[in-house]
């Protein structure tokens, strides 16, 4: 099992910036690929950005140029962030820290979300 725990929403203005955090614990040796997704009211949920262990990195269309996803590891817990830049209204949305786990022949043993985490950025 894995268990995520996100930080660092908030409300900013137009054209500021925040940083999300999430740290996994539990059976952190297994994860395979760490992200970020969000969901705003009436809409799905959408990748937002994700990272491969490696630190091949795969973005959103709409976040390409204005968010940094990084990852780290540090006393048995796996740490994923999110730089945003140049943030819009339209990033508005609960933002989902997920994780994937890869078992031995690569099949997906587990998936992993967080609790979610606001951001909200007026205009």
């Known amino acids: 099992q894995v268990q995520l725990v996100e930080s660092g929403g908030g409300l900013v203005q137009a054209g500021g910036s925040l940083r999300l955090s999430c740290a996994a614990s539990g059976s952190i040796f297994s994860i395979y690929t760490m992200g970020w997704y969000r969901q705003a009211p009436g809409n799905q949920r959408e990748l937002v950005a994700d990272?491969?262990?490696?630190?091949?990195?795969?973005?959103g269309d709409s976040v390409k140029g204005r968010f940094t996803i990084s990852r780290d590891n540090a006393k048995n817990t796996e740490y994923v962030y999110l730089e945003m830049n140049n943030l819009k209204p339209e990033d508005t949305a609960v933002y989902y820290c997920?994780?994937?786990?890869?078992?031995?022949?690569?099949?997906?043993?587990?998936?992993?979300w967080g609790q979610g985490t606001q951001v909200t950025v007026s205009s």
């Open positions: 990272i491969a262990r490696g630190g091949i990195t795969n973005y």
């Open positions: 997920n994780a994937i786990r890869l078992g031995t022949v690569r099949q997906i043993i587990g998936d992993y």
